[in-house]
């Protein structure tokens, strides 16, 4: 007997957030922004962000980038949207990869 794919949920650990996909795999979820040339951590939901960066434990970073004027919304409902559309990213400063922990 199958069983249906778990729903995806988010769940906060000491100061990082995460999103967990239908899969299983867990996600840091980190919005963020180039300040100065250099990527700037804000705060998760921030209008000044510019992309989201979704960092897994096994797999390569993605990340997604805000249109102009979008919601940066963190309802499952949004992470998957986001996660689907998101890019594999080859490098990563690793400010985005360790922020708030």
């Known amino acids: 007997m199958t069983h249906p794919a778990p729903a995806p949920f988010t769940y906060a ?25 250099r990527p700037v951590v804000l705060t998760l939901g921030s209008s000044r962000a510019a992309y989201r960066v979704f960092s897994p434990h096994d797999a390569p970073v993605r990340v997604y980038f805000f249109r102009p004027r979008e919601l ?9 949207r986001q996660l689907q559309a998101s890019g594999e990213l080859g490098t990563v400063d690793p400010v985005l990869l360790h922020a708030d922990d």
Request: charged share 20%; net charge positive; proline share 3%.
């Open 13 to 37: 650990k000491g100061k990082g957030f995460y999103f967990v996909d239908a899969a299983g795999t867990h996600w840091r979820v980190v919005d963020a922004a180039h300040v100065n040339g």
């Open 72 to 80: 940066r919304g963190t309802r499952p409902s949004h992470l998957v």
